[in-house]
């Protein structure tokens, strides 16, 4: 093979660049740290960096969920887990007071302790975290339960009878239930307003008639439980008994302690597809019998009924048995949330892992090459001055 | 036979010897000459003298100045500078637009949109946070920034791309002008009686040739008397000996413009297959605008899935007027149909179906029994923007117009909510919509009332009391229904542009995975054609290169040979001097 000149002087040029690289290469790689740094250096392992990376940051996410649903579970089984001993002090209460021997003072003292308990109940079932009701759904913004009374909000639903249109006027006990309206064949009477459970409520009422005789205009229905309907009749009887019903929702009784809150739990994305439930909602049957149990013995020691305080006992002990059963089921939550918790941070460790493997450099292996590369490069450097001087024209003189 | 004859023959050899120096003093002098062929003088006998029986030799001549070239590997060469010149070009384009795509120090694209979707995963999580709320229009801000800015710097390499072409056919053009000039010239230099291998002019058209080929992708094909034709890679010819077409700009369709021969303005095929040119078009209507169309597609798909499920949700402010984002063609909204609107760019994604709207009271009860009102949408009757304001209208406690083209529902001192959309209408036409988009990646960005108030972020939904209360309100605090449904955008594949159906960080992985492979393609591909580059010049080297040293031993040689014809010349006239002599 023929060799020239320049064919020398552009292979030495050519070495010392490709060197150079070397020597750029492994410069950029230890001071980063890092195998590559842009998609040109190694698309393929960017692209699995980027993806590594997208599960990193959906990991973090995750684990930002799960400690939000451990923060709120936890806040709500503490708070249950101190209900407890306060059914559990009525409970006691309700044994000494059902003694038949106690008398009225030693009731109406035992009832001022109920009366707190009850109001200790109320203020844990209220309890708000991080300024947002535990208990009441997703409706945070306000308490979970209240004690105000409520008239409630009757739906009247239209009969084959329609001659009538009623409402409900008062409902001063807090009633909530359903009434039938029968009236008598001509369509001129009411004969029966019977609730949910069957009983005519017009029989004892208006005067002991148990019927009312419709007028043109608004006639008034006084029932036994108190509630108080309108029935506005158009004038033209119709011979039809169905008279249609009337739903009444929402009422609560003075002394009554009500859920307030929705009927929607408070989910905590883990991931884009997947929720937990983070929340304990206050319409669970726990906290209605609690609250109904508490009453009843507040009632019954108030009235000193030592048969009643027994009643109530009963329904206490139920309490304590519902909020035992809701605690560990929120325990349970709880558990589960904090067993993905893990799931998710040894994953997090695993694709920390993974994601040096691709993206860190192997310094050892960098660190030879730029040691052999150094030799290369001294060597063809010397080699670029020793060419110069073999040519045939230095020994021409 | 004299010793006349001897002078004579001396001085043929003195005369030739003479001449060969020139050709090793030329080819010492062009020994660094990019492109210079090495020259060798052939040297021949002259013809003998015959004298009876006897021949005898009338000395030297140089019968030809031999160029020192493989035709072949000039042939292979001059395909090699056409790739690599694309090559190199095309990398230096894709490295010019790399940052664009982050690095592992600012990962870009994909790490934006998880931040965006971990903010509303958090929202999701307190929907009740005003500062998480806040957070999330910051992410949203930032990703639609990042798009924009990614949009923009695409398009203007795209046009610079464009604007480098010019120059460079410019030069193409003279080039081609040169080389059929040269053409002419080595023609005429190699034909009739003053005939000479025209070498030197040869190696300037074949460096002429060389450089075109950088520039715009050619087939060169020998023809006789020392002429050249040049073609395009699709058979047109460039150069004809000495008749050199030129090329020039012409626009095509709504692109950019392409390269056609001015004589005929027909598209001059296959010449963006190498050179500079055909890398310069490479990236600008290839590779660029390849990202540029994944970016566009990534924008509209994930504004159009994000505002899907935005507009059938609610924040925490309390909204009783809202105006749609696009704009119909029609000011008042009365002709073309809502799904048939040629200003809206995801009219066709409009079905048959209904919204619901729901007039609240400030605690968030319902003014009306039942608490919703469905609004029809159907696509086979028509139905046009007006009818949808005369419907909405039409509900207790609202109202809505259509002005310049945008429709406005306004509920006075009414809360407003929208729902349950199953016909597309609110999110193609903007209304409560999270994202504004139009039909490229440019015009992405947060809608102008979310940008003003985070709490117009939807995170709950209207959800009527079941029983039936107008007591109870529809909206609870901490509903996080319309934040999980905007979450979930994050893994769902979709396609509204009928591209390939894929999740936003999926189209956002794949940009950035297919520019990497470009890039790593355009990288090896530089790195083939430099080494075959080297290692075709090192053949040409050994070849067509001069070699100092050797040129040094001809030098020696020929000078040595001078000096004996001298000799001879002296030897002769000695010879006279005694023949002289005896004379005298």
């Known amino acids: 093979v023929r060799i020239t000149t320049q064919q020398i002087f552009d292979n030495l040029l050519l070495g010392i660049r490709q060197q150079q690289k070397i020597q750029a290469d492994g410069a950029a790689q230890v001071s980063s740290g890092h195998r590559f740094t842009r998609p040109s250096d190694d698309a393929l392992g960017f692209k699995k960096s980027v993806d590594i990376r997208h599960v990193q940051a959906g990991i973090k996410s995750s684990l930002n969920g799960l400690s939000t649903a451990t923060s709120r579970l936890g806040a709500s089984s503490n708070a249950l887990s101190q209900m407890l001993p306060l059914i559990q002090r009525a409970q006691v209460l309700a044994v000494q007071q059902s003694n038949a021997t106690l008398g009225s003072s030693e009731r109406q003292a035992a009832a001022a302790e109920v009366t707190t308990l009850q109001d200790q109940l109320l203020a844990l079932a209220n309890q708000k975290f991080e300024g947002e009701s535990l208990y009441a759904g997703t409706a945070t913004s306000t308490d979970a339960f209240n004690t105000a009374f409520n008239a409630g909000l009757a739906t009247y639903t239209q009969g084959v009878n329609t001659t009538i249109s009623v409402t409900q006027t008062s409902n001063p006990n807090g009633v909530n239930d359903t009434y039938t309206i029968t009236l008598d064949t001509t369509g001129a009477q009411i004969t029966n307003v019977t609730n949910s459970a069957g009983t005519d409520l017009l029989a004892a009422a208006n005067g002991g008639g148990g019927s009312v005789t419709l007028m043109s205009g608004p006639n008034t229905l006084n029932l036994g439980n108190g509630v108080a309907l309108s029935a506005n009749f158009n004038g033209t009887a119709q011979p039809n008994t169905d008279g249609g019903t009337l739903a009444a929702t929402g009422a609560n009784a003075t002394g009554n302690i009500n859920y307030v809150g929705n009927a929607q739990d408070r989910v905590a994305a883990i991931t884009s597809t997947q929720t937990v439930i983070s929340n304990v909602r206050g319409d669970e049957t726990a906290f209605t019998q609690a609250f109904s149990s508490i009453k009843a013995l507040k009632d019954a020691l108030t009235a000193n009924n030592a048969a009643g305080v027994q009643t109530a006992l009963g329904q206490l002990n139920a309490a304590g048995d519902a909020m035992t059963e809701l605690t560990a089921k929120t325990g349970g939550r709880l558990s589960a949330v904090t067993l993905r918790n893990q799931v998710f941070q040894d994953l997090q460790v695993q694709m920390e892992q993974r994601r040096g493997q691709i993206e860190d450099a192997d310094l050892a292996t960098v660190a030879a090459s730029l040691a052999r590369s150094q030799v290369a490069l001294q060597a063809a450097f010397s080699e670029m001055a020793r060419i110069g001087t073999l040519s045939l024209v230095n020994f021409l003189r | ?584």
């Open chain 2, 1 to 584: 036979v004299s010793v006349f004859g001897s002078l004579d023959v001396a001085a043929t050899s003195l005369l030739t010897q003479q001449r060969a120096l020139d050709v090793i003093a030329n080819n010492i002098a062009n020994a660094n000459t990019p492109g210079y062929s090495r020259q060798e003088a052939i040297l021949v006998s002259e013809q003998p003298q015959q004298a009876g029986v006897l021949n005898f030799g009338r000395g030297v001549k140089v019968d030809d100045i031999r160029r020192m070239l493989d035709p072949i590997l000039a042939k292979t060469q001059l395909a090699n500078s056409g790739q690599s010149a694309l090559a190199q070009t095309l990398q230096q384009g894709l490295a010019s637009v790399e940052s664009t795509f982050g690095s592992l120090g600012a990962p870009g694209l994909t790490s934006t949109l998880d931040a965006f979707f971990t903010s509303l995963q958090s929202l999701a999580n307190t929907p009740e946070d005003a500062i998480v709320r806040a957070d999330v229009l910051t992410k949203a801000q930032t990703l639609t920034t990042q798009v924009t800015d990614m949009s923009q710097q695409l398009s203007d390499r795209q046009l610079a791309a464009d604007k480098e072409i010019d120059p460079l056919l410019t030069k193409a053009n003279t080039l081609l002008t040169q080389i059929a000039d040269l053409n002419g010239r080595i023609a005429r230099a190699e034909l009739g009686a003053t005939a000479f291998q025209a070498n030197d002019l040869r190696d300037q058209r074949d460096a002429k040739v060389t450089d075109l080929s950088k520039l715009i992708a050619v087939r060169q094909v020998a023809t006789n008397n020392g002429g050249l034709m040049l073609q395009t890679p699709g058979g047109d010819f460039l150069v004809q000996n000495d008749v050199a077409r030129q090329l020039k700009r012409v626009a095509s369709g709504s692109g950019f413009a392409q390269i056609a021969f001015t004589d005929n303005a027909i598209p001059a095929s296959g010449i963006t297959q190498g050179g500079q040119i055909g890398g310069l078009m490479t990236l600008r209507d290839d590779k660029l605008s390849k990202y540029i169309t994944q970016l566009n597609s990534l924008a509209a798909n994930l504004a159009f899935s994000v505002n899907q499920q935005h507009v059938n949700g609610t924040g925490t402010s309390t909204v009783s007027t809202y105006t749609s984002g696009q704009t119909a063609t029609d000011p008042a909204g009365n002709t073309a149909a809502v799904d048939d609107d040629t200003n809206i760019p995801f009219a066709s994604k409009i079905v048959t179906g209904a919204f619901n709207i729901y007039v609240l009271n400030a605690d968030g009860t319902a003014v009306n029994t039942p608490p919703g009102t469905s609004i029809a949408i159907n696509v086979t009757t028509g139905t046009k923007l007006a009818d949808i304001a005369t419907a909405i209208s039409a509900v207790n406690g609202v109202s809505a117009s259509v002005s310049s083209g945008k429709l406005t529902i306004d509920g006075g001192a009414n809360r407003i909510v929208l729902g349950g959309d199953t016909s597309n209408f609110l999110a193609a036409y903007e209304v409560n919509a999270f994202f504004h988009s139009g039909t490229t990646a440019a015009s992405f960005s947060v809608d102008s009332a979310i940008a003003a108030d985070a709490g117009r972020i939807a995170t709950g939904v209207a959800t009527p009391p079941n029983p039936p209360d107008t007591t109870k309100s529809l909206l609870a605090v901490s509903d996080n229904t319309a934040a999980l449904g905007l979450l979930g955008v994050r893994d769902t594949a979709a396609s509204v542009d009928g591209a390939t159906a894929a999740s936003p960080i999926a189209r956002a992985a794949s940009l950035i995975s297919t520019f990497g492979l470009d890039v790593a393609a355009a990288n090896q591909d530089v790195s083939f054609r430099t080494a075959e580059s080297n290692a075709l010049e090192s053949q040409r080297q050994s070849i067509s290169g001069v070699n100092v040293d050797e040129e040094m031993v001809n030098l020696i040689r020929f000078q040595r040979s001078y000096e004996a014809a001298a000799k001879v010349i002296q030897t002769s006239n000695r010879m006279l001097d005694s023949l002289m002599g005896l004379i005298q």
